[in-house]
Protein backbone atom coordinates (compact mmCIF):
# COMPACT_ATOMS: atom_id res chain seq x y z
CA UNK A 1 0.00 0.00 0.00
CA UNK A 2 2.96 2.24 0.51
CA UNK A 3 2.90 3.32 -3.56
CA UNK A 4 -1.04 4.29 -2.74
CA UNK A 5 -1.70 7.69 -3.27
CA UNK A 6 -3.93 9.45 -0.84
CA UNK A 7 -6.79 12.17 -1.95
CA UNK A 8 -7.58 14.87 0.00
CA UNK A 9 -11.35 14.42 1.48
CA UNK A 10 -13.38 16.52 3.92
CA UNK A 11 -13.11 16.02 7.60
CA UNK A 12 -16.77 17.07 8.16
CA UNK A 13 -18.95 14.99 5.82
CA UNK A 14 -21.57 17.00 3.85
CA UNK A 15 -24.86 15.57 3.10
CA UNK A 16 -24.91 17.03 -0.79
CA UNK A 17 -26.47 16.30 -4.31
CA UNK A 18 -23.90 16.82 -5.88
CA UNK A 19 -22.11 13.57 -6.63
CA UNK A 20 -26.41 12.87 -7.86
CA UNK A 21 -26.30 16.53 -9.71
CA UNK A 22 -23.71 14.86 -12.25
CA UNK A 23 -25.23 11.47 -12.17
CA UNK A 24 -25.01 9.79 -15.96
CA UNK A 25 -27.06 7.48 -17.85
CA UNK A 26 -23.97 5.90 -17.85
CA UNK A 27 -24.15 5.65 -13.73
CA UNK A 28 -24.72 1.65 -13.84
CA UNK A 29 -21.95 1.15 -16.42
CA UNK A 30 -19.14 2.80 -14.46
CA UNK A 31 -18.59 -0.37 -12.46
CA UNK A 32 -19.07 -3.39 -15.09
CA UNK A 33 -15.62 -2.21 -16.40
CA UNK A 34 -13.81 -2.26 -12.92
CA UNK A 35 -15.55 -5.47 -12.57
CA UNK A 36 -14.29 -7.49 -15.58
CA UNK A 37 -10.87 -6.51 -14.61
CA UNK A 38 -11.16 -8.24 -10.94
CA UNK A 39 -12.99 -11.14 -12.46
CA UNK A 40 -10.11 -11.90 -15.66
CA UNK A 41 -7.06 -11.45 -12.72
CA UNK A 42 -9.15 -14.17 -10.45
CA UNK A 43 -9.01 -11.57 -7.35
CA UNK A 44 -13.02 -12.72 -7.15
CA UNK A 45 -11.74 -16.88 -6.77
CA UNK A 46 -11.90 -17.98 -3.22
CA UNK A 47 -8.68 -18.66 -1.08
CA UNK A 48 -9.92 -21.07 1.10
CA UNK A 49 -6.71 -23.11 1.59
CA UNK A 50 -5.46 -19.09 3.47
CA UNK A 51 -8.30 -18.79 5.70
CA UNK A 52 -7.19 -22.93 6.84
CA UNK A 53 -4.24 -21.74 7.86
CA UNK A 54 -5.22 -18.65 9.12
CA UNK A 55 -8.48 -20.61 11.06
CA UNK A 56 -5.60 -23.34 12.14
CA UNK A 57 -3.33 -20.60 13.41
CA UNK A 58 -6.23 -18.97 15.39
CA UNK A 59 -7.34 -21.92 16.88
CA UNK A 60 -3.72 -23.28 18.11
CA UNK A 61 -3.72 -19.35 20.05
CA UNK A 62 -6.80 -20.17 21.49
CA UNK A 63 -5.67 -23.78 22.84
CA UNK A 64 -2.10 -22.18 24.02
CA UNK A 65 -4.13 -19.39 25.48
CA UNK A 66 -6.72 -22.34 27.84
CA UNK A 67 -3.49 -23.98 28.19
CA UNK A 68 -1.83 -21.38 30.00
CA UNK A 69 -4.61 -20.39 32.06
CA UNK A 70 -4.93 -24.11 32.93
CA UNK A 71 -1.12 -24.23 34.01
CA UNK A 72 -1.22 -20.89 35.96
CA UNK A 73 -4.17 -21.44 37.68
CA UNK A 74 -5.37 -19.26 40.35
CA UNK A 75 -2.26 -16.30 40.10
CA UNK A 76 -2.34 -12.45 38.89
CA UNK A 77 -0.11 -13.55 36.36
CA UNK A 78 -2.72 -15.39 34.92
CA UNK A 79 -4.10 -11.53 33.67
CA UNK A 80 -1.13 -10.94 31.28
CA UNK A 81 -3.01 -13.54 29.26
CA UNK A 82 -6.09 -11.64 28.96
CA UNK A 83 -4.51 -8.98 25.95
CA UNK A 84 -3.86 -11.54 23.83
CA UNK A 85 -6.69 -13.44 24.73
CA UNK A 86 -8.85 -9.98 23.46
CA UNK A 87 -6.37 -10.06 20.14
CA UNK A 88 -7.07 -13.65 19.03
CA UNK A 89 -11.31 -13.07 19.65
CA UNK A 90 -11.18 -10.44 17.73
CA UNK A 91 -9.16 -12.66 15.04
CA UNK A 92 -12.32 -15.19 15.51
CA UNK A 93 -14.66 -11.96 14.68
CA UNK A 94 -12.81 -10.68 11.56
CA UNK A 95 -12.94 -14.87 10.57
CA UNK A 96 -17.20 -14.97 11.34
CA UNK A 97 -17.65 -11.54 9.23
CA UNK A 98 -15.65 -13.08 6.23
CA UNK A 99 -17.22 -16.20 6.21
CA UNK A 100 -20.70 -14.06 6.26
CA UNK A 101 -19.79 -12.65 2.85
CA UNK A 102 -18.79 -15.95 1.58
CA UNK A 103 -15.30 -14.97 1.09
CA UNK A 104 -13.71 -18.42 2.62
CA UNK A 105 -16.22 -20.52 0.57
CA UNK A 106 -18.63 -20.71 -2.11
CA UNK A 107 -20.64 -23.26 -0.56
CA UNK A 108 -23.37 -21.38 1.47
CA UNK A 109 -24.05 -24.23 4.06
CA UNK A 110 -20.28 -24.70 4.69
CA UNK A 111 -19.50 -20.59 5.00
CA UNK A 112 -22.35 -20.21 7.52
CA UNK A 113 -21.03 -23.18 9.43
CA UNK A 114 -17.82 -21.80 9.78
CA UNK A 115 -19.48 -18.32 10.97
CA UNK A 116 -21.89 -19.96 13.08
CA UNK A 117 -18.87 -21.52 14.89
CA UNK A 118 -16.80 -18.38 14.56
CA UNK A 119 -19.34 -16.05 15.99
CA UNK A 120 -21.97 -17.40 18.09
CA UNK A 121 -19.24 -20.87 19.69
CA UNK A 122 -16.15 -18.43 19.98
CA UNK A 123 -17.54 -14.70 20.22
CA UNK A 124 -20.79 -15.26 21.64
CA UNK A 125 -22.82 -13.11 19.12
CA UNK A 126 -25.72 -14.23 16.70
CA UNK A 127 -25.03 -14.80 13.73
CA UNK A 128 -28.58 -14.00 12.01
CA UNK A 129 -28.47 -10.71 13.69
CA UNK A 130 -24.98 -9.72 12.06
CA UNK A 131 -25.49 -10.95 9.12
CA UNK A 132 -28.93 -8.89 8.66
CA UNK A 133 -27.43 -5.60 10.62
CA UNK A 134 -24.32 -5.71 8.21
CA UNK A 135 -26.19 -6.43 4.99
CA UNK A 136 -28.15 -3.58 5.37
CA UNK A 137 -24.84 -1.76 6.12
CA UNK A 138 -23.36 -2.41 2.60
CA UNK A 139 -26.64 -2.34 0.72
CA UNK A 140 -27.08 1.78 1.72
CA UNK A 141 -23.41 2.94 3.78
CA UNK A 142 -23.79 6.19 5.40
CA UNK A 143 -27.52 6.69 4.64
CA UNK A 144 -28.80 8.58 7.41
CA UNK A 145 -32.38 6.09 7.26
CA UNK A 146 -30.95 3.38 6.21
CA UNK A 147 -27.83 2.58 7.53
CA UNK A 148 -28.21 1.11 10.85
CA UNK A 149 -24.57 1.34 11.85
CA UNK A 150 -25.23 5.61 11.45
CA UNK A 151 -28.76 5.30 13.18
CA UNK A 152 -29.04 7.70 16.32
CA UNK A 153 -28.20 5.45 19.97
CA UNK A 154 -25.74 6.49 21.97
CA UNK A 155 -23.23 7.93 19.59
CA UNK A 156 -25.13 9.84 17.09
CA UNK A 157 -23.35 10.80 13.45
CA UNK A 158 -25.58 13.62 11.92
CA UNK A 159 -26.66 17.17 13.27
CA UNK A 160 -29.81 16.37 12.61
CA UNK A 161 -29.91 13.05 14.69
CA UNK A 162 -28.25 15.33 17.23
CA UNK A 163 -31.17 18.20 17.46
CA UNK A 164 -33.26 18.01 20.23
CA UNK A 165 -31.02 15.55 22.05
CA UNK A 166 -31.54 16.80 26.02
CA UNK A 167 -30.48 15.60 29.35
CA UNK A 168 -28.52 12.49 29.50
CA UNK A 169 -28.14 11.94 25.90
CA UNK A 170 -27.11 15.43 25.22
CA UNK A 171 -24.22 15.36 27.49
CA UNK A 172 -23.55 12.33 25.72
CA UNK A 173 -23.56 13.64 22.08
CA UNK A 174 -21.69 17.13 23.40
CA UNK A 175 -18.61 15.11 24.72
CA UNK A 176 -19.43 12.09 22.02
CA UNK A 177 -15.85 12.73 20.56
CA UNK A 178 -13.59 12.11 23.54
CA UNK A 179 -16.19 9.26 24.98
CA UNK A 180 -15.98 7.37 22.18
CA UNK A 181 -12.92 5.35 22.51
CA UNK A 182 -13.85 4.97 26.48
CA UNK A 183 -17.67 3.51 25.13
CA UNK A 184 -16.30 1.07 22.43
CA UNK A 185 -14.40 -0.87 25.12
CA UNK A 186 -18.14 -1.90 25.70
CA UNK A 187 -18.54 -3.12 22.03
CA UNK A 188 -17.40 -6.62 23.18
CA UNK A 189 -20.17 -6.93 25.76
CA UNK A 190 -22.59 -5.11 23.47
CA UNK A 191 -22.54 -8.10 20.69
CA UNK A 192 -23.48 -10.30 22.61
CA UNK A 193 -26.69 -8.44 24.50
CA UNK A 194 -27.50 -8.13 21.01
CA UNK A 195 -27.10 -11.24 19.83
CA UNK A 196 -29.13 -12.87 22.87
CA UNK A 197 -32.12 -10.61 22.88
CA UNK A 198 -32.19 -11.03 19.18
CA UNK A 199 -32.08 -15.15 19.66
CA UNK A 200 -33.84 -15.43 22.71
CA UNK A 201 -36.76 -12.85 22.43
CA UNK A 202 -37.23 -14.02 18.97
CA UNK A 203 -36.98 -9.79 17.73
CA UNK A 204 -35.25 -11.40 14.78
CA UNK A 205 -38.34 -12.68 12.42
CA UNK A 206 -35.64 -13.81 10.12
CA UNK A 207 -34.78 -16.91 11.59
CA UNK A 208 -36.31 -20.19 11.34
CA UNK A 209 -37.46 -21.93 14.47
CA UNK A 210 -34.08 -24.68 13.77
CA UNK A 211 -31.36 -22.16 13.02
CA UNK A 212 -32.81 -20.07 16.45
CA UNK A 213 -32.17 -23.54 18.01
CA UNK A 214 -28.97 -23.81 16.67
CA UNK A 215 -27.66 -20.13 17.68
CA UNK A 216 -29.41 -20.23 21.17
CA UNK A 217 -27.57 -23.84 21.97
CA UNK A 218 -24.00 -22.09 20.74
CA UNK A 219 -24.73 -19.02 22.69
CA UNK A 220 -25.25 -20.70 25.70
CA UNK A 221 -22.46 -23.53 25.50
CA UNK A 222 -20.52 -20.29 24.77
CA UNK A 223 -21.15 -17.99 27.90
CA UNK A 224 -21.25 -22.04 29.84
CA UNK A 225 -17.84 -22.74 28.83
CA UNK A 226 -16.25 -18.90 29.08
CA UNK A 227 -17.73 -18.78 32.77
CA UNK A 228 -16.40 -22.41 33.47
CA UNK A 229 -12.97 -21.87 32.27
CA UNK A 230 -12.34 -18.21 34.09
CA UNK A 231 -13.72 -19.86 37.31
CA UNK A 232 -12.00 -22.99 37.67
CA UNK A 233 -8.93 -21.86 36.98
CA UNK A 234 -8.79 -18.74 38.94
CA UNK A 235 -10.44 -17.10 41.64
CA UNK A 236 -13.75 -15.43 41.28
CA UNK A 237 -11.70 -11.77 41.85
CA UNK A 238 -9.30 -13.05 39.65
CA UNK A 239 -11.92 -14.29 37.14
CA UNK A 240 -13.67 -11.27 37.03
CA UNK A 241 -11.18 -8.71 36.81
CA UNK A 242 -9.49 -10.93 33.73
CA UNK A 243 -13.29 -10.99 32.09
CA UNK A 244 -13.30 -6.93 32.37
CA UNK A 245 -9.68 -6.64 30.75
CA UNK A 246 -10.44 -9.77 28.14
CA UNK A 247 -14.29 -7.91 26.87
CA UNK A 248 -12.56 -4.11 26.86
CA UNK A 249 -9.47 -4.57 25.18
CA UNK A 250 -12.09 -6.79 22.82
CA UNK A 251 -14.54 -4.39 21.94
CA UNK A 252 -11.79 -1.52 22.00
CA UNK A 253 -9.91 -3.63 19.08
CA UNK A 254 -13.46 -4.06 17.57
CA UNK A 255 -13.59 -0.08 17.89
CA UNK A 256 -10.49 0.83 16.27
CA UNK A 257 -10.85 -1.45 13.33
CA UNK A 258 -14.40 -0.71 12.25
CA UNK A 259 -14.16 2.93 13.26
CA UNK A 260 -12.28 4.45 10.55
CA UNK A 261 -14.04 3.22 8.10
CA UNK A 262 -17.19 5.35 7.45
CA UNK A 263 -17.24 7.91 9.86
CA UNK A 264 -16.37 11.05 8.32
CA UNK A 265 -17.00 10.14 5.06
CA UNK A 266 -19.45 11.84 2.89
CA UNK A 267 -23.22 11.32 4.16
CA UNK A 268 -25.18 11.91 0.73
CA UNK A 269 -28.69 13.19 0.79
CA UNK A 270 -31.00 10.47 1.26
CA UNK A 271 -33.25 12.16 -1.48
CA UNK A 272 -30.82 11.74 -4.33
CA UNK A 273 -28.71 8.62 -2.33
CA UNK A 274 -30.15 6.26 -4.85
CA UNK A 275 -28.63 7.72 -7.98
CA UNK A 276 -25.42 7.66 -7.14
CA UNK A 277 -24.90 3.96 -8.74
CA UNK A 278 -23.02 1.14 -7.11
CA UNK A 279 -19.42 2.35 -7.30
CA UNK A 280 -19.88 5.76 -5.67
CA UNK A 281 -22.26 4.79 -3.35
CA UNK A 282 -19.14 2.45 -1.97
CA UNK A 283 -16.32 4.53 -3.07
CA UNK A 284 -17.50 8.05 -1.51
CA UNK A 285 -18.52 6.65 1.64
CA UNK A 286 -15.46 4.63 2.63
CA UNK A 287 -12.29 5.32 3.65
CA UNK A 288 -8.95 3.33 3.13
CA UNK A 289 -5.95 2.87 5.45
CA UNK A 290 -2.61 2.96 4.71
CA UNK A 291 0.00 0.85 6.13
CA UNK A 292 1.61 -2.62 5.33
CA UNK A 293 1.53 -6.05 6.79
CA UNK A 294 1.08 -5.37 10.35
CA UNK A 295 -1.80 -3.22 9.35
CA UNK A 296 -3.57 -5.71 7.15
CA UNK A 297 -3.25 -8.22 10.22
CA UNK A 298 -4.62 -5.91 13.23
CA UNK A 299 -8.04 -4.49 11.41
CA UNK A 300 -8.02 -7.33 9.72
CA UNK A 301 -8.05 -6.53 6.07
CA UNK A 302 -11.03 -3.90 6.86
CA UNK A 303 -8.47 -1.08 5.81
CA UNK A 304 -9.27 -1.97 2.63
CA UNK A 305 -12.67 -0.79 3.19
CA UNK A 306 -13.42 0.41 -0.69
CA UNK A 307 -12.45 -2.83 -2.08
CA UNK A 308 -14.26 -4.84 0.70
CA UNK A 309 -17.42 -2.35 0.20
CA UNK A 310 -17.04 -3.25 -3.62
CA UNK A 311 -16.84 -6.64 -3.51
CA UNK A 312 -18.08 -7.97 -0.58
CA UNK A 313 -17.43 -11.48 -1.26
CA UNK A 314 -13.45 -11.04 -2.16
CA UNK A 315 -11.47 -13.11 -0.10
CA UNK A 316 -9.19 -11.03 2.30
CA UNK A 317 -5.72 -11.61 1.14
CA UNK A 318 -6.82 -9.93 -2.65
CA UNK A 319 -7.73 -6.51 -1.37
CA UNK A 320 -4.67 -5.60 -1.31
CA UNK A 321 -4.21 -7.10 -5.26
CA UNK A 322 -7.68 -4.83 -6.29
CA UNK A 323 -6.81 -1.51 -4.96
CA UNK A 324 -4.38 -0.52 -7.82
CA UNK A 325 -7.03 -1.10 -10.29
CA UNK A 326 -9.97 0.26 -8.06
CA UNK A 327 -7.75 3.54 -7.42
CA UNK A 328 -6.92 3.92 -11.10
CA UNK A 329 -10.57 3.14 -12.22
CA UNK A 330 -11.64 5.78 -9.72
CA UNK A 331 -8.76 8.36 -11.00
CA UNK A 332 -10.15 7.71 -14.23
CA UNK A 333 -13.53 8.62 -13.74
CA UNK A 334 -12.46 12.01 -11.53
CA UNK A 335 -14.31 9.87 -8.28
CA UNK A 336 -12.08 10.86 -4.98
CA UNK A 337 -10.15 8.18 -3.55
CA UNK A 338 -9.73 8.34 0.10
CA UNK A 339 -7.25 7.03 2.18
CA UNK A 340 -4.84 8.03 5.12
CA UNK A 341 -2.92 7.13 7.74
CA UNK A 342 -4.08 5.28 11.01
CA UNK A 343 -3.76 8.27 13.26
CA UNK A 344 -5.90 11.14 10.75
CA UNK A 345 -8.29 8.39 10.04
CA UNK A 346 -9.11 8.63 13.77
CA UNK A 347 -8.86 12.26 13.58
CA UNK A 348 -10.70 12.71 11.00
CA UNK A 349 -13.96 10.02 12.81
CA UNK A 350 -13.56 11.80 16.19
CA UNK A 351 -13.27 15.50 14.07
CA UNK A 352 -16.43 14.95 12.44
CA UNK A 353 -18.31 13.72 16.04
CA UNK A 354 -17.05 16.91 17.48
CA UNK A 355 -18.70 18.50 15.09
CA UNK A 356 -22.00 16.82 15.07
CA UNK A 357 -22.21 17.64 18.87
CA UNK A 358 -20.96 21.36 18.55
CA UNK A 359 -24.93 22.92 18.23
CA UNK A 360 -25.58 21.18 21.51
CA UNK A 361 -22.35 22.43 22.97
CA UNK A 362 -23.54 26.25 21.52
CA UNK A 363 -26.53 25.73 23.04
CA UNK A 364 -25.97 24.56 26.79
Known amino acids: MSQAVALSVETEPQRSSAPAASARTTTGSEFAPLLRQVKEQGLL ?3 TGWYARTITV ?21 LLLAPPFAVVTARMAFIG ?15 RLVQLVHAN ?3 GMSQEWW ?9 NPNHLDKDPDVSPDIIVFSKDHAAGRSGFAGWLTRHQAWLFFPLTTLEG ?19 TPAHRAREAALLTVHVGAYVALLVTTLS ?6 FLLIHQMLLGLHLGMSFAPNHKGMEMPDPDTYDTLGHLRKQVLTSRNIRGGALTDWFLGGLNYQIEHHLFPSMPRPHLRLAQPLVRAHCRSLGIPYAQTGVIDSYRQALGHLHEVGEPLRADA
Open 58 to 78: NLSVLGAIVFGLVALGPSWWA
Open 45 to 47: ERR
Open 121 to 123: LLL
Open 131 to 139: NDKHNKHHA
Open 189 to 207: IALKIHGFRAVFSREDNHM
Open 97 to 111: HDAGHAQITADRARG
Open 236 to 241: LPQALV
